[in-house]
Nanobody, 120 residues
Framework: QVQLVESGGGLVQPGGSLRLSCAASGSIFSIYGMGWYRQAPGKQRELVATITRGGRTNYADSVKGRFTISRDNAKNTVYLQMNSLKPEDTAVYYC??????????????WGQGTQVTVSS
């Protein structure tokens, strides 16, 4: 069984910073793409950033230049450094990963979400 556990969310003032972490655990053989998505109240879940196993990154236009995604393959962990936060960044942030297990092959897994609130 695989679990993704996010941490690092919270309340921050506009212009502030937060760092999210997402650690994968369980019977993992390999992890391919990892990413962060977010869902604001009344809106659909949207892509924030993704990163390949080799480190290639992709960002939503709305976060380019402010957010940085990175990963530590040895720790099965992906990070999202969020700087210059805006009220419109307020959402529940979800971690996603394409994980290969010996029993089930490759599947996409989601974390439980962590709340980020940007407000003065």
């Amino acid at each position: 069984q695989v679990q993704l556990v996010e941490s690092g969310g919270g309340l921050v003032q506009p212009g502030g910073s937060l760092r999210l972490s997402c650690a994968a655990s369980g019977s993992i053989f390999s992890i391919y793409g990892m990413g962060w998505y977010r869902q604001a109240p009344g809106k659909q879940r949207e892509l924030v950033a993704t990163i390949t196993r080799g480190g290639r990154t992709n960002y939503a236009d709305s976060v380019k230049g402010r957010f940085t995604i990175s990963r530590d393959n040895a720790k099965n962990t992906v990070y999202l450094q969020m700087n210059s936060l805006k009220p419109e960044d307020t959402a529940v942030y979800y971690c996603n990963a394409d994980i290969v297990t010996m029993s089930a092959g490759m599947h996409g897994y989601w974390g439980q979400g962590t709340q980020v609130t940007v407000s003065s």
